[in-house]
């Protein structure tokens, strides 16, 4: 059991329409992220959540919203496509943040999303 | 300038040579990650260090924090170790991640 899924892993879609990504854990982890992978960014934090109904904005967080209902589950919704949202998406989840606590990240295999 | 900074960002090598990957950052911080990340494939956590060093079968990291420098070693290098090697640091009081760009790194049998 790889402890984290993404779904789906690959998806076409067209500019404009809604598009939702799935991440599931099985670890009851508190923290869970989603990042964008583009070439020559690092990692870009999209948003975060904190807990159930608990979310973050993170630094590129424009066009993108999140929901988060249950502890295992991390919605990441594009409301209308852009190509400008064409990158890999990747999920990961931390046992705990907060000041002061350093646990490990745990990351999905990606999502390769494509905007046409 | 980026908060994370690797070097070199590509490096190709020999099979069997020790290699030496950089990270340098600009931020005080509680806690720096190494992952690795194949071609097309997830990223796998290596090491989390605060302090000092860890060692990982033919992995070593170290950081010296004063210095705001980490560096991941590869002893005997294998051509399944390449990937790309990413640093990144967790700053004090934030539960988030700041990433390097990654270094891109062949190993040549």
């Known amino acids: 059991d790889a402890g984290i899924t993404q779904s789906p892993r690959h998806k076409v879609t067209e500019t404009g329409t809604p598009v939702t990504l799935r991440c599931h854990q099985t670890?009851?982890?508190?923290?869970m992220y989603w990042y964008r992978q583009d070439p020559g960014h690092g990692l870009r934090l999209i948003h975060y959540?904190?807990?159930?109904?608990?979310?973050d904005k993170g630094e590129v967080s424009d066009g993108y919203s999140v929901s988060r209902s249950k502890t295992e589950d991390f919605l990441l919704t594009l409301e209308s496509a852009t190509s400008s949202q064409t990158s890999v998406y990747f999920c990961?989840?931390?046992?705990?943040?907060?000041?002061?606590?350093?646990?490990?990240?745990?990351f999905g295999s990606g999502t390769r999303l494509t905007v046409v | 300038k980026n908060e994370v900074e690797q070097s070199p960002q590509n490096l190709t090598a020999q099979e069997g040579e020790f290699i030496t990957i950089n990270c340098s950052y600009s931020?005080?911080?509680?806690?720096l990650h190494w992952l690795q990340q194949h071609p097309g494939g997830g990223i796998v956590s290596l090491f989390m260090?605060?302090?000092g060093k860890k060692k990982h079968g033919r992995l070593i990291a170290t950081i010296n924090i004063q210095e705001k420098h980490s560096s991941l070693h590869i002893t005997a290098s294998h051509p399944r170790d390449s990937a790309v090697y990413i640093c990144?640091?967790?700053?004090?009081?934030?539960?988030?991640?700041?990433f390097g760009t990654g270094t891109r790194l062949t190993i040549i049998p």
């Open positions: 990961a989840i931390s046992e705990e943040g907060g000041t002061g606590a350093n646990y490990g990240y745990t």
């Open positions: 670890e009851n982890h508190r923290y």
């Open positions: 959540s904190y807990g159930v109904k608990d979310t």
């Open positions: 931020v005080g911080i509680s806690a």
């Open positions: 260090l605060s302090s």
């Open positions: 990144a640091v967790r700053s004090f009081g934030n539960e988030k991640l700041t």
